[in-house]
Structure formats: C-alpha cells, structure tokens
C-alpha cells in the first residue's frame, strides 16, 4: 500500500539532482529563518525573549524598573502555569498570533492585552498572592476587600503594577532594553563592509 504512493512521490531519474538542489535550498532557508526568528528562545522564559519584537520595548523597560523583576518574569504573570500542556499551549497560540501581527505590520502602537491574557494574568496573580488575598487581617481594615475578590481582576485597581501608565512607544521612547543581536552572519557583515 505505502510502496504505490512513494511511487508517485520520487520523481523520475532526470528529475532527481535539480529536486534534491530544491529541497536543500527549501531547508537552508528554513533553518536560516528559523535562526533569524530566534525560535529556540521562545521556549525559554528568559524577559528578553520578549524584546526580540522592538514594540516589547516599553513593556520591557518599565518591568525592569518594577518589584516585580526580582520575582517574575514575562511568562510567570502572562502564561498560565497550572499545567505543561496549557502553559506550552497557551505561549504556543499567543506566540503565532504575535509573530503574524509583527509579520505582517499589524502591530499596534498601543498594546492592549487580549481577555485570555487578562484571564491568565488574573490566575498568576491569585497564585502569587494567595496570602494576601486571603489574610483575614487586611479584612478588618478594608472590609469590602474579600468581596471583591471573585467579581473583578486585580488589574482593575492594581492597573501600575508593574509596567506603570506605559501604553505605547512614544511613552518610554528613551527606554533601554537589550538589543537583539544581528541576525546576519559575521563573515557576511565582514564582505558587505
């Protein structure tokens, strides 16, 4: 059954040297963009994954500057970490979805986050401060407090925390972020120059 299909797939004797040179051509420039593209990064939760796309820079900055930088990073507030499969998943989706906006220049100039980022933020922020949540202390001070804890994200009163009021570029245009390395090779930067 396999042998009749793979018939059909090998091309004839003429055919065979100039479709080797294609395919090698194909995978040369696949792994070239797979470099360029920095793909192995985004299964990392290193901070500065994320200012591979230059429009992180605000977002970047202001976490750096913020508490929460000694304590999260990128990934521990925006991806939920309840299991492999979702968080993986989640980076997974949310990850296509930005490199096709970056792609093709749909990006905004002011980011906004989309419901299920504000959903897996709203997680990681009960999972961090599960303490303070449910301290029956701060309930004798604010009383309303453990009210509101079901109805509404943290983010509706905590709106600074951490990237303050940044909304676009032009908020932070001086902001210093790690710039992402040249993707072009030494030896072709070496002949161009």
Known sequence: M???????LIPPDRWKFPVIIL???FAGLGLYVFH???VPSYLSDSP??????????PQYATWNHSSHREWATCNDCH????NVFRHYYFKAADGLRHSYMFTFRLEPQVITIKQAGKDAVQENCVRC??????????????????????????????RETPHGTVNSLSSVPDARVPVPTSPVPAWLRQLTN
């Open 36 to 38: 360029i593209a920095k």
């Open 129 to 158: 401060h599960t303490q303070q949540i449910h301290d029956s202390k701060l309930a004798t001070h604010r009383p309303e407090f453990h009210a509101n804890i079901d109805d509404r994200y943290c983010s509706e009163c905590h």
């Open 23 to 25: 395919l090698g051509i």
């Open 79 to 82: 991806v939920p970490q309840d």
């Open 48 to 57: 500065e994954t994320c200012v591979n796309c230059h429009i992180m820079g």
């Open 2 to 8: 396999l042998k009749p299909i793979l018939q059909y």
